[in-house]
């Protein structure tokens, strides 16, 4: 990853220089009777008055913050309905797939994840942002190195824009800190996590307190290794990996986690305060027990032994996570870094190549990643998701986060994003890396011996992408 532009922030940090956002002024005209879209200037030329843009725009999206956002621009554009349809990851590229190439005009905007992209580049859905009227690459010096290069496919054409960037750290409870190891400044908590071997002793160190490191072992897997799964056809498995593996059996044989499954409504409710402590067995709920559902949880494990759990792992993008959780926990945590450069997801928008609303698409897209104002109006809407717009990020370098005991946040992130390098992300990490946690999983749980569980791995590999050469 190139770092000029995340040094250059981390200075103008110091400097508190605030940039001008570019001005607005594509012109979009009426596609055809179906589509109703009208979109103009910003002002009639000599009248000084507004023209409002008019239309409909359908949104298929992962991420529910796009909600927000279309929410936000039909306030800013009363004259244009957007429809957001919020899809389940697992489900989302096999719709954009059908979709797109059954022929389908709609969605307008679509979106992917950094590891769903290649393909998606691939198969020609996103639109080609550098041609006219849209010639992205005049906005290239104000997102973000990687978020810009991230959105580019293999012939540098840029496809996609995101409006975050996500470098991944452990966010801790201050007051825990403080009790347990006598100090909650970040830079101390972060050598708490500083290496594989030492989260296994601060996690012991934290049960002997009667707290819990972390919720499930699963925190730890934006931190699982800091290298490409696959490198010129061949994968990839370096000593990181196995010492991750290992990493995870210790966490999870050791009961150093609340056994809280992540996304689960115990996982949720360790962020407010107390949570029921499970087991190993336990962990994925019982007949009187639903995991999944808040209520029947807390009805199925009142009165039980509850526990306080010390940090989560999540990408810059957790604040959203922690902002809807937190409760009477609010103000009492900070975030550390990691064993590694870790990082996770994005939301990525481009336009569908079958778009026949492209232009009014494009107001949308700017709109969402490349406005101050919006960023801005999502700074205070998020409580501190960190945008990847340059001008904005530098106007709010400083910035103290009292949710997170004054922490400067954004200088916090962009020292994390320096070390990440998204050319290791590849189209074949998902399958990859899920045959690599169910291998660990086999292992922690006992079901599989070590080299069972990864002679077993390398078969799901080689017959999963019989492309790739497998060095056992």
Not at 62 to 76: N, T, V
Not at 386 to 414: C, M, R
Not at 457 to 470: A, G, M, Q
């Amino acid at each position: 990853m190139k770092a000029k532009k995340l040094q250059a922030l981390l200075l103008a940090a110091v400097m508190v220089v605030s940039l001008a956002a570019c001005g607005d002024t594509a012109t979009t005209e009426k596609a055809d009777d179906k589509t109703e879209t009208k979109t103009e200037t910003t002002t009639e030329e000599g009248s000084g008055e507004e023209v409002a843009k008019e239309g409909k725009l359908v949104v298929w999206t992962l991420a529910a913050d796009l909600e927000q956002f279309s929410a936000y621009y039909m306030e800013k554009n009363p004259g244009v309905e957007v429809e957001t349809v919020v899809i389940a990851p697992a489900d989302y590229p096999t719709k954009v797939q059908s979709a797109l190439l059954g022929g389908e005009t709609e969605p307008d905007i679509i979106v992917g994840e950094p590891q769903m992209l290649e393909d998606m580049y691939d198969a020609g859905f996103f639109e080609d942002l550098n041609q006219a009227p849209y010639n992205a690459q005049d906005y290239a010096d104000s997102i973000v190195d990687y978020v810009w290069e991230v959105g580019q496919d293999s012939e540098g054409i840029q496809r996609a824009i995101s409006y975050q960037i996500t470098p991944a750290g452990f966010y801790y409870r201050r007051d825990i800190a403080e009790k347990v190891f006598g100090t909650s400044d970040p830079v101390e908590v972060g050598k708490l996590f500083k290496d594989y071997p030492t989260i296994i002793q601060t996690g012991e160190t934290l049960k002997a307190a009667g707290y819990k490191i972390f919720a499930s072992d699963a925190e730890t897997n934006y931190f699982s290794g800091d290298s490409a799964w696959v490198i010129d056809g061949t994968l990839n498995v370096d000593q990181a990996r196995f010492d991750y593996m290992d990493l995870c059996v210790s966490l999870f044989q050791n009961e150093l986690t609340a056994f809280a499954s992540q996304w689960a409504a115990p996982w949720y409710q360790a962020m407010k305060g107390p949570v029921p402590l499970l087991t190993a067995e336990t962990q994925w709920g019982t007949d009187e027990m639903n995991i999944w559902d808040a209520e029947n949880f807390a009805a199925a494990t009142e009165g039980s032994e509850t526990v306080e759990v010390f940090a989560y792992g999540l990408p810059a993008w957790g604040v959203l996570t922690m902002r809807d959780n937190y409760g009477e926990t609010k103000g009492k945590w900070g975030v550390a870094s990691g064993p590694s450069y870790g990082f996770g997801g994005g939301t990525f928008i481009g336009i569908s190549a079958n778009s026949e609303r492209k232009e009014l698409a494009w107001d949308y897209l700017k709109f969402c990643t490349l406005t101050e104002d919006t960023m801005e109006w999502w700074i205070v809407k998020s409580e501190g998701d960190t945008v990847s717009y340059i001008p904005t990020l530098e106007k709010h370098a400083e910035d103290a986060n009292e949710v997170y005991g004054g922490q400067q946040l954004y200088n916090f992130w962009l020292e994390q994003a320096q070390g990440i390098d998204y050319s290791k992300v590849t189209r074949y990490d998902k399958a990859i890396g899920d045959a690599w946690g169910a291998a660990i999983t086999a292992v922690k749980t006992g079901e599989k011996s070590k080299e069972d569980a990864i002679a077993e791995f390398y078969d799901i590999v080689e017959s999963t992408y019989p492309e790739l050469t497998v060095n056992r």
